[in-house]
């Protein structure tokens, strides 16, 4: 299972990359491959590839503001969050993300 | 797609589209307040200083509403949007007034460009809408709109609300405090404290530090106190809390109440209503001694711009011990066997 997000908070500072942070150790937990672009005050980092868009099972759009570059995930199967309900549960959003996945297979 | 979910997904998210115009606007704030207050230093520079603070201070509002409506409609939205904010804002339609005009902006264009997408659209339909409707048409008609319609009654709008905050005398400036402090607190970085906050950033802008500072307070609050909690009952507090407490500390001394979420999730019925408490109290002393914060930005890296640092830090202080004190009086010790 691959999965890719993007975090994005109103403040662009704590959030944006606490989320980030979650998700990554959630998916280590799991041992399921995920990749975070975040998206705060300093712009977009770690951005997602074109070829990690194409592999991806979930797009997990935790963005609270309107997201960057929103178009490149059109055709991504879409989970959509926030970066508070991340940081609280992050394992409860992969799984429900994951569960996306189960349902349209 | 029906009926319901077209109109759903035309207006799309609103709060994502505030949040996005917020989100814009505190950079701008955070200049506008810091040469605010190095322009009271006396010297070469001040007219400087004073200047940026003053053109910073017009581009509060036109920023807020072109991010807003950008969210909502994309790019044909920005030009428009700001042009028609920035004259709403001179016109003293203010906050409120920015709010609006990213509305109409935002959803007329976005009504614009559909309907035009649904013709087929083409190059000819595309120069159209993008250099005659929207720029000419759309910032005719809301421009009227605000010019002679809304600004009357939005800006009298605006100077009373305002004058009542500003007046709001002892008790009701303490309520209000106390319960902004409270939804600050009540879901940690959720809905209800952005809601808090937004208002707190609004009557920032219309410089009501009175009613934003005690905001500014609570946010820290539950953060520190769960930080500190576990040292004073730590039969109360599992292995995973103690070290939360840890991290904890520095959030809470950059300002952000997330560092409580971790303890509100295992033991919510205990630990939310002694943080709402705490933040509530907190603000309330805010208010109670007068402090105001001319940076919206909170905890100790907003020291700088309190009128009165030491109070600002004694509010802080209580509200810490209050949250600690029902923290611990509330919480059950933790059996040997199990943890909660």
């Known amino acids: 299972m691959k999965i890719i997000a993007v975090t994005s908070c109103p403040i662009g500072m704590a959030h944006t990359y606490m989320a980030g942070a979650a998700l990554k150790k959630a998916a280590k937990r799991k041992k399921i491959e995920i990749r975070v672009e975040t998206q705060g005050s300093m712009g977009i980092r770690d951005k997602i590839t074109k070829k990690e868009i194409e592999e991806a099972d979930v797009f997990i759009d935790a963005a609270d503001v309107a997201m960057l570059e929103p178009k490149r995930f059109k055709e991504v199967l879409t989970y959509k969050t926030t970066t508070s309900k991340i940081i609280k549960k992050s394992d409860k959003v992969l799984e429900e993300a994951m569960a996306l996945v189960e349902q349209e297979a | 797609m029906s009926r319901k979910e077209a109109v759903t997904e035309f207006f799309g ?42 053109y910073a201070q017009m581009m509060i509002v036109p920023i807020m509403t072109v991010f807003i409506a950008f969210s909502i409609a994309g790019k044909l939205a920005i030009a428009p949007g700001f042009v028609v904010a920035l004259m709403a804002d001179q016109m003293g339609m203010g906050f409120l ?55 009357a009654p939005i800006s009298s709008m605006m100077e009373s609300l305002t004058a009542w905050l500003n007046s709001m005398s002892g ?27 937004a208002f707190a950033v609004g009557a920032y802008a219309e410089g009501l530090y009175a009613v934003s500072t005690p905001v500014l307070v609570a946010i820290s609050i539950p953060t520190i106190a769960v930080a500190i909690a576990p040292f004073l009952a730590p039969k109360k507090y599992s292995e995973a809390e103690k070290g939360a407490g840890k991290t904890a500390i520095v959030m809470g001394m950059i300002g952000l109440t997330e560092g409580a979420i971790p303890f509100a ?4 019925f205990r630990v939310i209503p002694s943080i709402m408490v705490g933040s509530a109290v907190g603000a309330a002393m805010t208010a109670l001694f007068g402090v105001a914060s001319t940076v919206m930005i909170p905890s100790l890296i907003g020291l700088s711009g309190v009128n009165k640092p030491l109070l600002y830090l004694l509010a802080h202080a209580i509200g810490v011990v209050v949250t600690v004190v029902l923290l ?12 909660e």
């Open chain 2, 13 to 54: 998210d609103l709060r994502q589209h505030l949040m996005t115009g917020i989100s814009y606007m505190i950079p701008v704030i955070i200049i506008y307040a810091l040469f605010m207050v190095l322009s009271q230093a006396p010297g070469p520079q001040q007219a400087l200083m004073a200047d940026l603070s003053m």
């Open chain 2, 97 to 151: 007034g920015g709010l609006i005009v990213a509305l109409l902006v935002g959803y007329s264009i976005k009504l614009v460009v559909t309907l035009a997408n649904k013709t087929g659209g083409g190059m000819a339909i595309d120069l159209v809408v993008a250099f005659l409707v929207v720029p000419v048409v759309i910032t005719l008609a809301l421009g009227a709109l605000v010019y002679f319609v809304l600004a």
């Open chain 2, 171 to 197: 008790t009701n400036a303490i309520v209000l405090a106390a319960i902004l402090g409270a939804m600050i607190a009540f879901d940690m970085g959720g809905p209800v404290n952005k809601t808090a906050f």
């Open chain 2, 265 to 268: 999730a295992v033991d919510p």
């Open chain 2, 328 to 339: 611990n009086l509330l919480k059950k010790e933790i059996p040997e066997e199990d943890e």
